[in-house]
């Protein structure tokens, strides 16, 4: 099995069979049952060919049993008039009803109380293929079919805690296989891949799985493969169709992590804001490159003192390549805030129109230790900073950064002047 994050998974099956010579119908089953049918593909010796095939999905009910007996006969049970249970033979007109003829009278008879001799061969077996073969030379021989399936899927879950001086963060990461296919897998080789390949269509099923199995630690090492990476689970294991099972992927790794504290988007530059408003504050990690590539997933962190453990937050990795630095977003501070006011606005004129503004952000620490902010803010069009209390940094053609240091227990002021045409 091939699993994908993005796209449907990818079933490939080796089986020996005794073929005849000529034009013959193979019955390939169990198949998964949201398997893609026109994604089927047959790898035979040079001297079969496959003509066709059929996808049968006839699954074993009370419906598919009385369609499977029409025309011939079923037991009912009955009630003599003294109350005793007796079993008496009907044969089966139409499973709707149902309709059944007995002695000669023709009753509908509730399904609960007839009595089928056995499970016909064409049912209990779930979907299957029909395989039309032609083969120039019979004899024994192996086939390997593949095919695409919706309902199988896989996705990365990262895990971290923070250590208690909040100067190192130990990180792991696990692989959620996911199978709403239809079907149950035993003894699979699995692989997972992390990238996105394209489809016309998409139609992969993340739908929350019925079962849980319990994770197994294994340590997978990343290759790469193709345009992707491909992580080989290095055991076969069982899927059950409806469960979702947990295997390691990423061992745990220690990484220094510094913590930062955001302000982005401070302001509108093109309209007079009016009174102050409160911009908020967020408590990110900084991190070193990891070894390895990192698929795309949630980290979800951990904190405080062994026995004190809290859940400090969560953010969506993208994927990254191996030593890419990255950071992670934990929430909002509650203890660092900013407030933006603006304290002058001008319309400039001029075509297109120019706008000056000035701004005060006050930044307040109630943490007994100091911290530097930095603040971020887009500026449309053409841009000046006329005059400012600190030095910014250009992030990009349309950004800049102030970093601000805050002290113990009080407070910092940035105030800056901004012309804009656009």
């Known amino acids: 099995m091939t699993l994908y994050q993005s796209a449907p998974g990818q079933v490939s099956e080796e089986r020996e069979f005794d073929l005849k010579r000529g034009?013959?119908?193979?019955?390939?089953?169990?198949?998964?049952a949201r398997m893609l049918p026109a994604s089927v593909w047959l790898d035979a010796p040079r001297k079969v060919a496959l003509n066709g095939f059929e996808m049968r999905a006839e699954r074993l009910d009370p419906a598919a049993l009385l369609r499977a007996y029409v025309g011939k006969t079923v037991e009912v049970r009955t009630r003599d008039d003294a109350g005793h249970a007796r079993l008496g033979g009907a044969r089966v007109l139409s499973a709707e009803g149902p309709l059944l003829e007995i002695d000669g009278r023709v009753e509908n008879v509730p399904v609960g109380r007839i009595v089928f001799p056995a499970v016909p061969p064409s049912l209990g077996l779930g979907p299957a293929l029909a395989l039309q073969l032609r083969t120039r030379r019979g004899g024994r021989m192996t086939l390997e079919l593949n095919y695409l399936s919706d309902g199988l899927a896989w996705r990365a879950d990262y895990l971290a805690r923070l250590s208690e001086r909040g100067s190192e963060l130990t990180v792991e990461g696990r692989a959620a296989l996911i199978n709403e296919s239809g079907m149950a897998y035993e003894n699979a080789r699995v692989a997972l891949v992390a990238g996105q390949p394209h489809r016309t269509a998409f139609g992969a099923s993340f739908a929350s799985a019925r079962g849980v199995v319990a994770a197994e630690p294994a340590g997978v090492p990343a290759q790469a493969w193709q345009d992707y990476q491909r992580y080989v689970l290095p055991r076969p294991l069982n899927l059950p169709d409806g469960a979702m099972r947990w295997v390691e992927f990423l061992p745990r790794t220690t990484l220094p992590v510094r913590r930062e504290y955001v302000v982005d988007d401070m302001a509108d530059y093109a309209n007079d804001a009016g009174a102050a408003r409160a911009l908020p504050v967020a408590v990110r990690l900084r991190l070193p490159g990891i070894t390895r590539p990192l698929p795309t997933g949630v980290l979800r962190?951990?904190?405080?003192?062994?026995?004190?453990?809290?859940?400090?937050?969560?953010?969506?990795?993208?994927?990254?390549?191996?030593?890419?630095?990255?950071?992670?977003?934990?929430?909002?501070?509650?203890?660092?805030?900013?407030?933006?006011?603006?304290?002058?606005?001008?319309?400039l004129g001029g075509t297109p129109p120019a706008y000056e503004s000035a701004w005060r952000v006050v930044l307040r620490n109630t943490k007994p230790r100091p911290v530097t902010v930095s603040l971020r803010t887009r500026l449309p069009g053409d841009w000046q900073i006329p005059q400012e209390s600190a030095p910014h940094e250009k992030i990009s053609a349309g950004q800049i950064e102030w970093q601000v240091s805050v002290p113990a227990g009080g407070e910092a002021v940035l105030s800056y002047r901004v012309r804009t045409r656009y």
């Open 23 to 32: 034009v013959d119908t193979l019955m390939w089953k169990p198949v998964a």
């Open 301 to 347: 962190v951990y904190g405080g003192a062994h026995g004190q453990t809290a859940f400090l937050g969560e953010d969506r990795l993208a994927a990254m390549p191996r030593g890419t630095p990255f950071s992670i977003s934990l929430g909002r501070a509650f203890d660092v805030t900013a407030d933006s006011r603006q304290t002058e606005f001008r319309r």
